[in-house]
């Protein structure tokens, strides 16, 4: 898959993952698991580039005696999904084109 397109899915994962409730980087994993897998390597430069684009913020909450970094959803990043869905919509025209000999030799 090319790295360009892969990054945007993954970044619009992750903000799925926060669009209901606040949450931390290892529950993130766990909550895209069984539709992606993503490691914390792959996970943090992401929350970091989503929080540098406004589309999330970041709160640091005692768990266990630990800070533990919590993910929050922003309008912006409500908007990319929403933008996301509706890209998509064209993503998958282009592909039923693509694939339409497939679909005429069945």
């Known amino acids: 898959m090319d790295i360009q397109l892969k ?27 069984p539709y992606v897998e993503i490691s914390e390597s792959t996970l943090y430069p992401i929350l970091r580039r989503l929080e540098a684009a406004k589309m999330l913020t970041v ?3 005692e768990h266990n005696g630990r800070l533990r970094k919590y993910y929050h959803i922003e309008e912006v990043g409500l908007k990319r999904i929403e933008d ?23």
């Open 84 to 106: 996301f869905k509706e890209e998509w919509k064209e993503i998958m025209s282009i592909y039923s084109f693509v694939t339409r000999e497939e679909k005429k030799d069945e």
């Open 59 to 61: 709160r640091s909450a």
């Open 7 to 33: 990054r945007g899915l993954l970044d619009v994962c992750v903000l799925a993952a926060i669009k209901d409730e606040d949450s931390y980087g290892y529950q993130i994993i766990k909550d895209m698991k």
